[in-house]
């Protein structure tokens, strides 16, 4: 498991009690007068780590980073007990406030944009702007996108690599027997079908003509699938069209930084969502879901800009 680390850089480290028997990790890092940035992780389920420092620069932002319910280096591991989206909305209320911020730029991708999204509905006072990648409004048809392989034209092998590892009665619908078996009570079948879901998402994650999946092991930890598939089969716990449908709201600046050729998060949310913000901005990116060198430095320069 990837983790966020402590370096010369952390201000604090520890770990915030936001109810419901839960704690978060938070790590408080960077130029401690800086105004603030709360980076939102990915996933849901993916945690925070050393890599998404790189879209900082520590000698002149301060970063919040967080690790979700259940993730990362927040207890309890693996609980989805008391995990919807309304408990990690009312988390960063929680954050924010033991770190002594009124007011912050919200960056993150893929569900860390939904979240951030879903946040800023909610508590638009409480957002001097956001930063997106990778875009997700939570949409049903955005979850059918990815689990039911509506991107099979431009990765076939790997949807056929995905069916071969689903019995043939439930090809019509892998993902949901797959999400059955990483939610159920059998530990090797959930490592099993975690593993296949896992490697169909990575495969298609980034612009790459190589599908090499890494073999089965034992070890398989399906913690970051479970909570992927709790919020998958729970329609993300938003009501249908809920961001689309409050975008008037979201009156801070929005930019969304999206790949053109995104396979987890098809880029049609990312220019619906466009064309509804009162300050939004869509920057077009030629790359997949993961950011490339030219979306990292894009947004390594926007977060630099609103930070100043």
Same mark, same amino acid.
């Given at each position: 498991m990837l983790v966020l680390t402590v370096d010369g850089f952390t201000l604090s480290e520890g770990l915030v009690d936001v109810g419901d028997g839960h704690r978060l990790y938070v790590q408080d890092w960077g130029k401690?007068?800086?105004?603030?940035?709360?980076?939102v992780h990915g996933g849901p389920g993916m945690g925070t780590s050393d890599d998404y420092e790189q879209y900082f620069d520590a000698s002149r932002q301060r970063v919040l980073f967080c690790d979700q319910r259940g993730v990362g280096r927040s207890e309890p591991y693996g609980?989805?007990?008391?995990?919807?989206?309304?408990?990690l909305v009312a988390d960063i209320v929680r954050v924010l406030n033991h770190s002594g911020v009124?007011?912050?730029?919200?960056?993150?991708?893929?569900?860390?944009?939904?979240?951030?999204?879903?946040?800023?509905?909610?508590?638009?006072?409480?957002?001097?702007?956001l930063v997106l990648y990778g875009l997700l409004t939570g949409r049903q048809q955005e979850s059918d996108w990815l689990n039911q392989g509506r991107w099979r034209t431009f990765f076939p092998e790997v949807w056929q690599w995905y069916l071969d590892r689903?019995?043939?009665?439930?090809?019509?619908?892998p993902s949901a027997y797959?999400?059955?078996?990483?939610?159920?009570?059998? /530990?090797?079948? /959930?490592?099993?079908?975690?593993?296949?879901?896992?490697?169909?998402?990575? /495969?298609?994650m980034d612009l790459d003509d190589r599908f090499a999946p890494a073999p089965f092991t034992d070890d398989v930890d399906p913690t970051s699938a479970r909570v992927q598939a709790h919020y998958s089969t729970n329609s993300h716990f938003l009501p249908p069209?809920?961001?689309?449908?409050?975008?008037?709201?979201?009156?801070?600046?929005?930019?969304?930084?999206?790949?053109?050729?995104?396979?987890?998060?098809p880029p049609v949310s990312a220019y619906e969502l466009a064309q509804?913000?009162?300050?939004?901005?869509?920057?077009? /990116?030629?790359?997949?879901?993961?950011?490339?060198?030219?979306?990292?430095?894009?947004?390594?320069?926007?977060l630099l800009e609103l930070t100043q």
């Open positions: 401690a007068d800086a105004p603030p940035v709360l980076f609980s989805l007990q008391d995990d919807t989206t309304d408990h009124d007011e912050a730029v919200l960056m993150g991708g893929s569900w860390g944009s939904c979240l951030a999204l879903a946040f800023a509905v909610a508590h638009p006072g409480r957002v001097r702007s689903t019995p043939e009665e439930h090809h019509d619908d797959h999400f059955a078996r990483i939610l159920g009570p059998d /530990a090797a079948r /959930a490592r099993e079908s975690a593993y296949a879901y896992t490697t169909v998402d990575t /495969a298609v069209d809920h961001v689309l449908a409050n975008a008037d709201r979201l009156t801070m600046p929005v930019y969304v930084v999206q790949g053109r050729y995104d396979m987890i998060c509804r913000l009162p300050r939004g901005e869509l920057i077009w /990116a030629l790359s997949g879901h993961g950011p490339n060198r030219e979306s990292w430095s894009l947004l390594r320069t926007l």
